[in-house]
Structures are given as structure tokens and as C-alpha cells.
């Protein structure tokens, strides 16, 4: 085989391997086992909503195996059939199992983020919460940015975008938003995302035209679906009502119906003020809520707080997880993976799954220790 050929059946190998040892391949064979024989159990379904998480976990589970299975046997015919083609002077065998592989190739890569995203929450929609650091209205215009750049990315990637609430600049930009991002895999798409996100440029509010580094923080965590049981004891929180902020018009509340919740043992806090409703605020917000101590709960089932804690301390330097440099050059670098565009403002504009994909499989393979900071 040519040397093209040979690259991209290392790359195949390489990626059936990854997702083996992702599935802990061995592990993964007994447990589908053990799930199909507890599905021809017929008391199974005396518990319907474990039956169901049994039933879930059960497909996926055979989903990717089967996907694995698929991939390496598909590899194995289209190098028969090339070696084939060469021993019959038949280009055109060649040329069909040569295309196969590469078709391959890129399948690998869409089986290799589906496994990414096979975590607990993965395929829940999600919130995602932008908060701005020190640095008044420089770094309230880069959140502001940054609540842009996610609500494009999730409509590009067809998501819907539900703004929950949002805490304007007293100048420009944004103190804090929420929004809620609804479709399947939203979560497991997002969760990487969560850290100090700089911003290096000329500020467009200095006369003087001086460079500015800003910081905002991207905070995401998954929606609670009714699978998930989480209880949350209303003696433990605080529930304040405040009138809802907005850039004015006819959807500006004149009454008190937004509301707070905050949770005294954790001090976890959040608000709802999408509806007119003081009532579907506080509905809104105890879902929240629920939603944000769950994922508490899931950070500690990963072992590590990894990145994803850094927004819970200062927003400054050293937390953060990528930069965006515009002035003196042009590169969006994140520190993890050490992934880099030279394009900001395209990725400002949403073009956001090179660094996603990097950052889940970061995760999974454990390569790459933190990667130095840009100028």
C-alpha cells in the first residue's frame, strides 16, 4: 500500500484502539452481557424507571461496541480487497478499498466523539452560565462576547437557546447571563468549556488605544431530566424576588417577578427571570437549582476538578483555560490542549468544535499536561 494508505490505516488502528480502552473493552463485553440477560427478566420492569436506565445504558452500550466491531471489520475487508486489487493488476479494486478506508477514517473520528460523549449527563441539555471578572467594563463587553459566541455556536450546531437571565453593564457589555442550551448531546458538548476564558485586545472604550487583557468565567452544567433524582430541602435555601434587568422595550417587567435561589450549605446561587411569572421563575430556578448540585455531585464522581474549577476561584490569571489574542497578532491557543486558530473571529462567531473535540479527548486519553500561556 502507499504510503497515504498506510497513514490513514495507522490513524484507523490508532482510533479503534483509543476506543477500546475508553470502553474498557473487556469490562464493557461482560456488562452488555449481563444487560441482555437482565432484560429477559420479566420482574425488570416492576421497577419501570430503573428498567428504563437499564434499557438506555444497555443500547448505547451495544451501540458502541457494535460501532467498534463495524469499524475494525470494515478496515480488515478493504486491506484484503487492496492487496487483492494489487495481486490482479486491478486499479479500480485499489481505488474503491483505498476510498473505503478513507471513508473510514472520518467515521472513526465521529465514532471517537460519540464515545466522548457517553458520560452519565452527556446527552441532557444544559446551562451554561458567563460571568465577568475585575476590570468593570472591559471584561463586562468580553462576557458579553462570550454569551454571543456560545449562543452562536449551539444555533449553528441546531440547538435551541433559551436566555434565562441576564445582569447588564452599567456601561456596556454584561455582569452575568444564563442560558439554557435544549438538544441531544448539548451537555456532553459544553462540559469542557467551563474555566476562565482571556481575552487579549486593543480596547475599543480606552481614548488612548492601550491593550487590555479581560477575563470572564463560562460556567456549564447539565439539566436534571426525571431520570435523576436529586432532593433539595427548601429550610437549606434563600429565595429572593428582584425586578428583571433587560435593554427595556415592552418586555421589561415592572414587577418584582424575577427570583433567586440560593443554597446556604453550598452557597450555590441562581436566577430565573425569563418568564413574566414570578411563579415559572421559581419553578425555573429550583430546576436550576437541582441541576447545578447534581453536577457537584458529578465533578466528584470524575475524581478531579480538573479545569472546570478554576471558575469557581478568582477570574484572573493563571485559571485560565484558553486565551483569545487580537492585538499585537491574531490566535485563539487553548491551554490544555495546546490547540490553536488563527482565525479569533471565527471562533467568536461560534466555530468551536476543533477545540471541543480536543478538550473531550483530552479527557479520555489523559494527554497533554497544561500547556504554556501566549503573550
Request: charged share 30%; glycine share 6%.
Amino acid at each position: 500500500m502507499r504510503n497515504e494508505i498506510e497513514n490513514v490505516v495507522d490513524e484507523i488502528k490508532q482510533a479503534i484502539s483509543l476506543l477500546r480502552r475508553h470502553l474498557d473493552w473487556d469490562q464493557a463485553i461482560r456488562r452488555l452481557d449481563w444487560l441482555n440477560n437482565k432484560a429477559e427478566d420479566p420482574n425488570l420492569w416492576n421497577d419501570a424507571n430503573e428498567a428504563q436506565k437499564l434499557m438506555r445504558e444497555r443500547q448505547q452500550l451495544d451501540d458502541s461496541i457494535a460501532g467498534v466491531k463495524r469499524l475494525e471489520q470494515q478496515m480488515l475487508d478493504n486491506i484484503e480487497l487492496i492487496e487483492m486489487g494489487e495481486e490482479e493488476g486491478d486499479a479500480s479494486i485499489v481505488k474503491e478499498a483505498e476510498d473505503g478506508l478513507k471513508a473510514l477514517k472520518a467515521e472513526s473520528g465521529k465514532l471517537q466523539v460519540e464515545a466522548m460523549l457517553s458520560g452519565e449527563a452527556d446527552g441532557n441539555d444544559t446551562y451554561v452560565e458567563v460571568h465577568s471578572g475585575a476590570g468593570g467594563t472591559e471584561s463586562q463587553d468580553w462576557a458579553n462576547i462570550l454569551l454571543r459566541m456560545y449562543t452562536r455556536w449551539a444555533e449553528r450546531s441546531g440547538f435551541k437557546v433559551e436566555l434565562l437571565e441576564v445582569h447588564d453593564g452599567e456601561e456596556a457589555g454584561i455582569k452575568s447571563a444564563t442560558i439554557l442550551i435544549k438538544g441531544h448531546n448539548a451537555y456532553g458538548w459544553m462540559k469542557t468549556e467551563s474555566g476562565v476564558h482571556r481575552l487579549v485586545r486593543i480596547s475599543p472604550y480606552d481614548s488612548n488605544a492601550r491593550r487590555h487583557t479581560s477575563f470572564s468565567s463560562i460556567w456549564v452544567y447539565p439539566v436534571v431530566d426525571d431520570s435523576i433524582q436529586i432532593d433539595v430541602n427548601e429550610s437549606d435555601c434563600r429565595i429572593d424576588t428582584f425586578r428583571s434587568s433587560g435593554a427595556g422595550g415592552q418586555h421589561v417587567n415592572t414587577t418584582d417577578s424575577a427570583v433567586r435561589i440560593t443554597h446556604i450549605p453550598t452557597g450555590i446561587a441562581v436566577a430565573c427571570q425569563q418568564e413574566r411569572s414570578q411563579h415559572k421563575n421559581k419553578a425555573k430556578a429550583w430546576d436550576m437549582l437541582r441541576a447545578r448540585l447534581y453536577e457537584v455531585e458529578l465533578k466528584k464522581r470524575e475524581e478531579a476538578a480538573n479545569a472546570e474549577a478554576a471558575s469557581k476561584t478568582d477570574i484572573g490569571w493563571g485559571h485560565q483555560i484558553r486565551s483569545y489574542v487580537l492585538q499585537p497578532y491574531q490566535l485563539v491557543k487553548d491551554l490544555r490542549t495546546g490547540v490553536e486558530s488563527t482565525a479569533p473571529d471565527d471562533v467568536l462567531n461560534g466555530d468551536l468544535n476543533e477545540f471541543m473535540e480536543a478538550a473531550l479527548a483530552h479527557r479520555i486519553s489523559g494527554k497533554a499536561d497544561a500547556v504554556s500561556d501566549i503573550d
